[in-house]
Each structure stands twice: as structure tokens, then as C-alpha cells.
């Protein structure tokens, strides 16, 4: 990990904010023509930039959302919620074109299908004066979507002394950009699941996606859902497994995986620990509705 004296800790997680419509307890997917019926019903703010913010925040890092949010009823519907997670939204962006943006996901036992609609644009008014901030030394970005929208974030973050860290986050149209790896370059840490590495790859096998990954960023940590997940860092490749849990929902999964495994990269642990960190918080994210229903009140994970 690089770093600047003049640097802080903070956390600045980059990207959109969605109200999540889950759907659990389905006994199958839905069909033309045909209606079915949840056993369960969550509504909860979502987006893997705030996501990975409310499991940081509540693993001890401070965590700013930086981000657009709409001011229509739906997004306004979500405040009391987003504020109880205790992220720090002092470069929250209100603007009317940014909502609202909704995502229905339908679960159905381990496996989830998703209908999402983007509002706006993703770049934050208070994007500069984010990356700033002193107090700030890493930016993550949720999707790859964001940073194809605002293409010189990395450049701008590396400028300014921070690292930075990317979830591509499944787009079947921008996973195939040719451009991803000229877009993506700077990245310290790489956060992709095992679909994306394959999608950019053009690998099966999950150890010859990580190597060919491992050619453009320092930090590639695969995630493999059930399989647990593998990382390579400094020359080094370890694997770990994932432990037995009650599955609820895996929505948010993997951006509660980025915050385990970043909160401890940004303090300097070991790749072993960083690994360990990141399957323990997206273990417990998955026993819980939506990707912050495992968190509770703020800080009681930390």
C-alpha cells in the first residue's frame, strides 16, 4: 500500500445510491404472463457505494458516501434510514435528477435476479472538494459504471495521494468494454466477483482469471461466493475458505466483503488477516434481508 504523510484514513466510497426492493422466499423466478408471491418484503436503501460505507462504518473506519441522492418521495422515503447507518454525508450531493433509483431484487434461496434503474448522472458536484479533503486516503469505487461516467476519478484520486479501490459490479454491457483495463489503470485493489473475472478474462478457471487480474493491479482479492475467495498481493497468492452459515440473502455481499478486506489493507495488515477480515464481513452480511440488514444500529460490528 502506498500512502501520504499528509493524509488521513477516512474512506470515501464513490457511486449511486439505490432503494432496494427485495423480495425474499421465492419458490421460483418470475415468468411472462405469470404472478408469484414473496413470503418476505424489504424495503432498504442499497447501491454498493453505500453498502460498502455502512459495513466500514461499522467495522471503525470512518466512511464518506460520496454520492448523488434524489429529493422525489422515494429517495426521501430512505433518510431516516441511511442517517441510522452513521455515515459520515457531509458530501452527499441533493439533486432532483438523481432519483429516484430503484432495484427490485427477487431471491430465490441462494440465487437473485435484479431489475434496476439508473437516474441522472453519477458524478457528485462535491467531487473535488471530496478528494480534498485531508482527511480523506482512499477512494473505492463501487462500479465500474461510475468510473466509466467519470473516467478521470482514478487519476484525480492518485493526484491527490489517495489509493484507490474498484468493484466492477456486474454491468452486462460495460463488463465488455475494451477500454476497461486503460479506464481502470491506477487501481490499487481489485474487487471482483468470479463472473467478472471470467467476463474479463476470458478464464474459467478462478486461479488463471486471478493471475491475468493480477497483471493490471497490485491487489486482486476474488471473490467466489460459497468457495470463499482468493488473493494475490506482493507476489503472493492465498486462498480461504468460507464458513457454514444460514444463508438469508446475499444482496450486498460482496461490497461487505470490500469493507472487511479494505478496512484491514488500509491499516496495514497482512494479506492472511485482510483476507480473513473480508469473508467474515460478507459472511455475516448474508445472514440477514439487504445488503445492510446484518449491520443493526451503527458501530456494532466495530
Request: glycine share 10%; with cysteine.
Amino acid at each position: 500500500m502506498t500512502s501520504t504523510q499528509s493524509r488521513g484514513q477516512a474512506m470515501l466510497s464513490l457511486g449511486r445510491i439505490y432503494c432496494d426492493m427485495v423480495f425474499n422466499g421465492l419458490d421460483a423466478m418470475p415468468e411472462l404472463g405469470r404472478e408469484l408471491f414473496a413470503r418476505d418484503f424489504t424495503i432498504t436503501p442499497g447501491g454498493g457505494a453505500l453498502i460498502t460505507a455502512a459495513h466500514a462504518v461499522a467495522l471503525g473506519r470512518s466512511t464518506v458516501l460520496l454520492a448523488r441522492f434524489g429529493t422525489d418521495a422515494v429517495s426521501n422515503a430512505l433518510e431516516g434510514q441511511i442517517d441510522a447507518l452513521g455515515i459520515d454525508l457531509r458530501f452527499l450531493d441533493r439533486h432532483p435528477s438523481a432519483g429516484p433509483q430503484v432495484t427490485v431484487v427477487m431471491v430465490q434461496q441462494e440465487e437473485r435476479a435484479f431489475l434496476s434503474r439508473r437516474a441522472g448522472h453519477a458524478l457528485p458536484a462535491t467531487f473535488d472538494q471530496a478528494l480534498d479533503w485531508n482527511e480523506a486516503g482512499h477512494l473505492h469505487i463501487a462500479e465500474y459504471a461510475t468510473l466509466h461516467e467519470i473516467p478521470t476519478a482514478v487519476a484525480a484520486a492518485k493526484t491527490r495521494g489517495l489509493t484507490v479501490s474498484l468493484d466492477p459490479s456486474w454491468d452486462a454491457e460495460l463488463i465488455k468494454d475494451p477500454m476497461f483495463f486503460e479506464r481502470a489503470a491506477g487501481v490499487d485493489v481489485f474487487l471482483p466477483n468470479l463472473e467478472e473475472a471470467r467476463a474479463l478474462t476470458h478464464c474459467e478457471a478462478p486461479e488463471e482469471a486471478l493471475a491475468r487480474l493480477a497483471r493490471h493491479f497490485p491487489v486482486v482479492a476474488l471473490k467466489c461466493g460459497g468457495d470463499g475467495a482468493i488473493l494475490a498481493m506482493g507476489g503472493q497468492v492465498i486462498q480461504r475458505s468460507t464458513p457454514a452459515v444460514e444463508v438469508v440473502d446475499t444482496t450486498g455481499a460482496g461490497d461487505a466483503f470490500n469493507a472487511g478486506f479494505l478496512h484491514a489493507w488500509l491499516d496495514g495488515a497482512a494479506m492472511d488477516v485482510c483476507l480473513a477480515a473480508a469473508i467474515e464481513a460478507g459472511s455475516r452480511s448474508v445472514q440477514a434481508t439487504g445488503g445492510t440488514g446484518s449491520l443493526g444500529t451503527a458501530h456494532h460490528v466495530a
